[in-house]
């Protein structure tokens, strides 16, 4: 690996404070109210999305207070609280119906990032859920809250015997058990109190299947990518670990720093200085990008990226590189190139970290680059036709 000589080491030592102080509390737990009745899937639904058996399933539910559970997939803990209270009628002491405005009033004080309603597909007694709803939004801190409407249990709609979940068409539905399906989507987006979820694209229709890796679930995916999409940043780091996005996430990550430092360089008018205006917040995304991988990053490692990458904080193997394949850049300098250097950098690293590399050599790094010259163009076109 490369050296860096005994300036640019003290230089990296000044400009890691300041990283850090662009990193801050990243990543912060997730913390996910889930509610829906007795017998709608809630603890499959939650296995399903881990794909691991968190919670058990067909338990009767004896705590009737909001209850907080780490659900802890092995690669993330996710905090779930469970919303009792929709006709939960075997529980004791609570009254089916009964509570609303008490139960609210505790959610409320849990700093929670998202609810999960979970409904069962052809139950068109749906009182109790909008009654919660309704409750939900007259709540000024839970109706900033964003709502996502699980309909479980679609493959259990007539015709029951007949399920395919690898063919089943909802858009354009064709035989009996899709136009079922459809049919009961449509009423629960038709209602009032879940038309704007509807809109956002936040009903989504589910079957958590058996187990936790039944291979005719349905909807999963979708339903994870909504979760995350919808979680605040802070939150989505940790959430796409326990969930197997972390490479939505790293794209996320990388993106989000490129466009930093194409800001940066863009509000920056002092000649020469750049590098001093990138580092920093290349630096904070090493450390981002390590804890996605569950790495530590040191000074050293940081330092050591730098060095293979051929960067020594001006970026020479990969602007080189750039202009290789995007002749543009001979001619435009500033926030485009500085945004290209960045996501080259990311993308490279966070492939030596997902495979749990914490150095590399120039030529490794030369490779990694190369390889990735196609999404790197992409994603530079996407922001330039942006800005």
């Not at 912060?28 to 691991?52: E, F, Q, W, Y």
Request: with cysteine; hydrophobic share 40%.
């Amino acid at each position: 690996m490369k050296a860096i000589d005994k300036h640019e080491r003290k230089r990296i030592t000044e400009l890691w404070d300041k990283a850090q102080s662009l990193v801050g509390d990243e990543t912060i737990t997730p913390r996910i109210i889930v509610a829906g009745k007795t017998g709608v899937g809630k603890s499959s639904l939650l296995n399903a999305l881990l794909k691991n058996n968190v919670y058990e399933t067909g338990v009767i539910p004896t705590t009737r207070n909001n209850n907080e559970e780490i659900w802890n997939s092995g690669n993330g803990d996710i905090v779930v609280i469970d919303a009792p209270g929709l006709g939960e009628a075997e529980a004791p002491n609570i009254k089916e119906n009964s509570d609303y405005k008490d139960n609210i009033k505790q959610l409320s004080e849990l700093d929670a990032h998202i609810l999960l309603l979970v409904l069962k597909c052809d139950d068109r007694a749906l009182k109790l859920e909008k009654d919660f709803i309704e409750a939900w939004n007259h709540s000024p801190i839970l109706r900033k809250l964003p709502v996502i409407i699980a309909i479980n249990q679609i493959d259990k709609m007539k015709p029951v015997r007949y399920w395919d979940p690898n063919h089943l068409n909802l858009k354009t539905p064709q035989d009996e058990k899709e136009k079922n399906i459809r049919t009961y989507i449509d009423y629960v987006s038709s209602l009032t109190v879940f038309e704007k979820y509807s809109l956002k694209k936040r009903i989504i229709p589910v079957s958590a299947g058996e187990s936790y890796n039944d291979p005719e679930q349905y909807g999963i995916k979708n339903l994870k990518e909504t979760l995350y999409k919808t979680l605040p940043d802070a939150a989505k780091t940790i959430f796409s670990k326990a969930a197997e996005l972390k490479n939505k996430e790293a794209r996320r990550i990388v993106k989000n720093y490129s466009s930093g430092v194409a800001a940066a360089v863009g509000g920056n008018f002092l000649p020469g200085s750049d590098a001093l205006v990138i580092a920093p917040i290349q630096i904070a995304m090493i450390i981002h990008l390590g804890k996605l991988h569950d790495i530590n990053i040191s000074k050293s490692t940081a330092s050591g990226f730098f060095a293979s990458a051929g960067m020594s904080f001006t970026g020479r193997f990969i602007a080189q590189e750039l202009i290789s394949f995007m002749p543009i850049f001979k001619n435009i300098i500033g926030p485009p190139l500085a945004f290209g250097l960045t996501y080259s950098l990311g993308t490279g690293i966070n492939e030596l970290l997902g495979n749990g590399k914490i150095e590399a050599t120039e030529q490794e790094f030369k490779n990694i680059v190369r390889k990735q010259r196609v999404e790197t163009e992409k994603a530079v076109n996407k922001f330039k036709s942006i800005k």
